[in-house]
Nanobody
Framework: QVQLVESGGGSVQAGDSLRLSCAAS????????MGWFRQAPGKEREFVAA????????NYAESVKGRFTISRDNDKNTVYLQMNSLKPEDTGVYYC?????????????????WGQGTQVTVSS
């Protein structure tokens, strides 16, 4: 199992940037596909981005393409989510998650390990 801890959330204005980090401990981080999800109040958890084990392959939700960038540093056991041009609709709790295989990356039910989440609030 891998344990995940997110950080970097906060309250910002529309147009600002934030970088979220997710630090992993436990089993070999490089053996996991990593994803970011978010959940707004009263809404279901939704896929944001995913990255394969080497970092060579990434996928994004349409709503964040061109604004968010997922990356990872396997030496530091950390995955990042750089969020630029933030909008009020990006508000929510952001979670990182891990799974072994780079399939069904959009389905939160396929991820086996989750962090506790970090709050992002974007005001207009």
């Amino acid at each position: 199992q891998v344990q995940l801890v997110e950080s970097g959330g906060g309250s910002v204005q529309a147009g600002d940037s934030l970088r979220l980090s997710c630090a992993a401990s436990g089993r070999t981080f490089s053996g996991y596909v990593m994803g970011w999800f978010r959940q707004a109040p009263g809404k279901e958890r939704e896929f944001v981005a995913a990255i394969n084990r080497s970092g060579a392959i990434t996928n994004y939700a349409e709503s964040v393409k061109g604004r968010f960038t997922i990356s990872r540093d396997n030496d530091k056991n950390t995955v990042y989510l750089q969020m630029n041009s933030l909008k009020p609709e990006d508000t929510g709790v952001y979670y990182c998650a891990a799974k072994v295989v780079y399939l069904s990356i959009y389905d939160s039910n396929r991820y086996t390990n989750w962090g506790q989440g970090t709050q992002v609030t974007v005001s207009s």
